[in-house]
């Protein structure tokens, strides 16, 4: 029950998906979440459905992850709502499933400004906050895509390989000040973004992981949550597939 007690964590994307998921657990588990998106009326939906079961604990705010200016707003409402950041996780991304020749400039710039951009405008903004409180605790959530390849989705390989080792490189330069960094590398897993993709196509890849299936929103954030907790405290640069063992083969 009291996994992340008198901890706050800022979740972006948090209005649906995985993000919404790592919002409520982390507040079962005693964490305060201040939930950051660019769909407004989701994210105050999950902050409200929250604050029923656990009073106080989760306010929504306006986050385009692509703007410093509203992440410095987000870590100013974790300090005057909760007094501090201790989590973040750069949860927020969008999908591009197109190749190399076929993606357009404006396609790239899209998915690397939300995707890899807003990684590092996120960790840049929530460090010094985190510093103040003697340590913290960074999420980010790449994909199987970090790590593999595969024909049709350049832009998302290339930003969520970038998150990997912008992940390492802040968990080297961080660790003297106990702020931890790791990356989660989710396979196929059933949320908003998966719905809106060919069904069929999808389920053709989720049936190549051993476990023939797509995971579940809970089972990442479930991972997320013990590297958010104290019981992940000697755990900094790693890399965890959530993937039903896909990249195992
Ligand atoms: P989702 O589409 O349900 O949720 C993503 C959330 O990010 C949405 O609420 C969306 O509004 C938000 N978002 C998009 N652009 C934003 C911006 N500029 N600023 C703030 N928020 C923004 O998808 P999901 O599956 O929950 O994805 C969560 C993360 O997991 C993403 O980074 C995604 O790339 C990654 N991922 C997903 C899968 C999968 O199969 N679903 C697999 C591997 C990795």
Redesign the pocket.
Known sequence: MDRLKGKVALI??????????EARLFTAEGAKVVL????DK??AAVAEQINKSSPKSAVALH?????AA?WRTAVETCEREFGGLDILV??????NMKGVDETTEEEWDAVV???QK?VWLGMKTAIPAMRKRGGGSIIN??????LIGSAGAAA?HGT?GAVRLLTKAAAVQYAPENIRVNS?????????????IDQDA?AQIAAMAPMKR??T?EE?GYVVLFLASNEASFVTGAEYVV?GGYTAT
């Open positions: 972006s994307g948090g209005a649906r998906g995985q993000g919404a998921a950051g998106d660019v769909l989701e994210a986050l385009d992850v692509t703007r509203d750069n949860n927020a991304g969008i999908a400004g939300i995707n807003g959530i790449s994909s199987i895509y970090g998302y969520k989660v590398h989710p396979g196929v897993i059933k949320t908003p973004m998966t719905d809106a999808l797509a995971g929103a990442v993937d």
